[in-house]
């Protein structure tokens, strides 16, 4: 360091070589907008985990956003027939996936007590609303209309998740993927009721034991495949992780959006998104 404070002319590495003047130019908390993000971050309590609580949903809402993007984009291109950049955006959905149920464990440093100092403070709201949340559920082929009614009263929200109903899966897609490709997926499956979730049928089934029974032939597809059922595994371990720490923070307490809580948790571990991906292990 010489007199004046700056670096010595041939030190490339001193700290003292970063810009620092951003009068005229996008620093790091103007890029990511910091100021807008701290602001939301607005506990009605003084309680002090009410901190924690806050920053945990906040976190796994720009996940959520994240993998509503990467599941859009990656439909886009079944949709033309592309399968290989969806199997590096499913697999950047997967790791997104692992974030939000990590954060679970940090969420569960908070007790029983703790959470009961600030839980009436916010009334009826919900993850349960999360339109985010019922975005991605819609996506995957998880999906009800009558899962819209909280998000009414919105019109901005509200639109996107009528239409994501209305349209197909990421499996609908895959599985209309299968039937160009010469598969024999039923009729009565690629021209169903897109608004109610797909069930198990014995010709789509038959379609995947091709698959898995000839991979080389069929290695973009059964990729593809292995790749759904990552995303189905980790949205599962997200789901029981929620249950368990719902469970240990206020055990079978009816929940704050009016669900029973625990119970409404529990019956949503049974849902199975893509049931011919699991049920072909049996019959190889």
Known sequence: MNAAGSAPAGDADAPERAYTDFTRALSYGEYLQLDALHAAHRPVTPAHDEHLFIAVHHVSEVWLNLI?????????????????APLKMLSRVVR???????AWEVLKTMTPADYLQFRDA???????QS????????LLGNRSAVLLRPHEHR?????????ALHAPSVYDLTLRLLAARGLPVPAEVLDRD????????PGVLAAWLAVYRDPERYWDVYELAEKLLDV?????????????????????????GGTSGAGYLQRALG????????????HL
């Open 194 to 201: 897109l608004t109610v979730p797909h069930e198990a049928h």
């Open 96 to 102: 997104a996936q692992e974030q939000m149920t990590n």
């Open 122 to 128: 916010f009334g009826q709201a919900s993850g349960f």
């Open 68 to 84: 509503v993007q990467e599941l859009r984009a990656a439909m886009t291109l079944l949709e033309a027939g592309v399968t290989d």
């Open 232 to 256: 189905e595994d980790n949205f599962r371990r997200w789901r029981f992780n929620h249950l368990t720490t719902v469970e240990r923070t206020i055990g079978f307490k009816r929940g704050s």
């Open 155 to 163: 019109p901005d929200l509200h639109g996107p998740l009528l239409a």
């Open 271 to 282: 849902t199975v998104l893509f049931p011919e991906l699991w049920e072909v292990r049996t």
């Open 131 to 138: 339109a985010q949340y019922r975005m991605m559920e819609f």
